[in-house]
């Protein structure tokens, strides 16, 4: 083990790079007399971290948050990366990260957190790759980036990975390890610039006409017994001004969503952003968690008619079993794959600042064997956002909806050791320059009202649209 950390003066980009450029240099080297192929990781301790406010959006990476449990991540540039598609892309997923894992050093001072953390993320449909709104994105993938800032209960680290056995590049990866570190701290301010982007709508009579008639077709399929529930989304898009600023829209998000898990993956000219409420799956010390979630109300200010609004919800039997559809179906698929599993016999309420959902944690231990991949593998897609049953409902969408790319997929981290998370793509928007796209989805079962599901993705459209400053 190493005892080195970086102290730079507040504010000072030079004297950062200065106490960096040595212990980088050096585990340079070391990386470089290793076995070539596999990865090489040093973390060095940021002492000055209290003085680091809000979380780094790079202009080109990954940014996880979650303020609830002082925890965030941001990763700049690409150590390496693993693409996969197809019905057995999370196998291949999972095998990638087994062998990244097996042949990845890492080295830190005493107490450091291990930072060997992958960036993961995938797209709702198997076969379908991402179109160009969604920025070459691929239908999944893990990324191990170049520079990692992790944040926890504060302190701060910063994780710099290469790939091994490659001297000839040993300058290049420097000079760019410094410049993403420098950037990575820089923007993690509490001085975000606030701008206008002056919002126009472009989102057409005609679009809100198809998303309706597909809705009457839905229910036409479900009477008929075709289908007992199918997630139905709605894209509504807007043109601005002049670009969006990325980092403030997620200031903005992480700072009204607390209790969510904030994300962004960010390009040049593009941007995925948003905050979720539901966990696909974590693992944390050999537990495994998973959210049911499904069954929506609004939320009111006075808090008799808030509360008025949870106990209807709660008394809905279309809405109650809509629930239980996407619980039962969680707790079937974590079966073979965890032992002890609990899961609430009555749904609680998860209360969010724009809606309240019905919401039942499903619990268990993981078996040996098993992972977060092969766990995403048996969960993905759950009828909150897919249908019942799944093969009648992913078919039926298929031939109705195109587009998706990551929105009602995944994204999150998964750490060497099997600890993890993964929160379903929801309540978010895809920038291109000054186009946004913003995604709500409904679930449609027997008894739906075709007014109310419209108006229930209203309500999930509002988190992106007070983020944007869209009204």
């Known amino acids: 083990m190493i005892d080195e950390s970086l102290s730079p003066p507040a504010g000072t980009a030079s004297g950062l790079s200065g106490r960096l450029r040595l212990p980088l240099a050096a585990a340079l080297e070391r990386a470089a007399a290793r076995p070539a192929g596999g990865l090489a990781s040093l973390s060095l301790a940021v002492p000055e971290a209290a003085g680091l406010a809000g979380c780094a959006v790079s202009p080109e990476g990954f940014t996880w948050s979650r303020p609830s449990r002082n925890f965030d991540l941001a990763g700049a540039g690409i150590a390496k990366a693993v693409t996969a598609a197809g019905s057995g892309r999370f196998v291949t997923l999972a095998a990638a990260h087994a062998d990244l894992v097996a042949n990845w050093d890492h080295e830190g001072p005493e107490g450091a957190p291990d930072g060997r953390i992958a960036f993961a993320g995938f797209s709702f449909d198997p076969d379908e790759e991402p179109g160009a709104d969604w920025h070459g994105l691929p239908n999944a993938g893990l990324t191990v980036p ?9 302190h701060a680290w910063l994780t710099f990975s290469t790939v091994t056995g490659e001297a000839a590049a040993r300058p290049q990866v420097l000079e760019g390890w410094l410049a993403q570190a420098i950037g990575l701290v820089e923007r993690t301010t509490d001085q975000v610039p606030q701008r206008d982007a002056a919002p126009v709508l472009l989102e057409t009579a005609a679009a809100e006409a198809g998303w309706r008639r597909r809705l009457d077709e839905a229910l036409g399929a479900i009477h008929s017994g075709k289908l007992q529930k199918i997630v139905l989304t709605r894209r509504v898009r807007y043109a601005t001004s002049r670009p969006v600023d990325c980092a403030r829209v997620f ?32 693992i944390e010390d050999g537990t495994v968690t998973v959210d049911a979630l499904a069954g929506t109300a609004p939320r009111h200010p006075d808090p008799a ?29 974590l079966g073979p794959a965890c032992t002890d599993l609990v899961a609430p016999s009555e749904p609680g309420v998860m209360r969010l600042p724009r809606v309240q959902h019905l919401w039942s944690p499903v619990r268990g231990y993981l078996r040996a064997g098993q992972n977060i991949l092969t766990l995403t593998g048996r969960l993905h897609p759950t009828p909150a956002v897919g249908g019942s049953p799944a093969e009648s409902a992913l078919e039926w969408l298929s031939e109705r909806e195109t ?13 060497a050791e099997g600890d993890g998370e993964l929160v379903v793509v929801l309540r978010c928007g895809v920038i291109n320059d000054r186009t946004v796209d913003l995604f709500a989805g409904a679930g449609i079962v ?21 983020a944007l400053q869209f009204g």
Request: hydrophobic share 40%; glycine share 12%; with cysteine.
């Open 146 to 154: 170049a520079v990692l800032l992790l944040r926890r209960h504060g």
């Open 251 to 282: 200031r903005a998000l992480e700072a009204g969503h607390p209790e969510c898990a904030g994300y962004a993956v960010t390009q040049p000219g593009f941007a995925l952003l948003g905050v979720s409420p539901e966990r696909l799956v974590s």
């Open 305 to 333: 008619a808030d509360a008025e609004l949870a106990r209807q919800m709660l008394d809905d039997s279309k809405i109650r079993e809509e629930h239980a559809l996407v619980r039962d179906r969680i707790v079937e698929a």
């Open 403 to 415: 587009g998706r790319g990551w929105y009602t997929g995944a994204c999150g981290w998964l750490g």
């Open 446 to 466: 027997a008894g739906s009202i075709p007014e109310r599901e419209l108006a229930e993705t209203e309500w999930k459209l509002m988190t992106m649209r007070g």
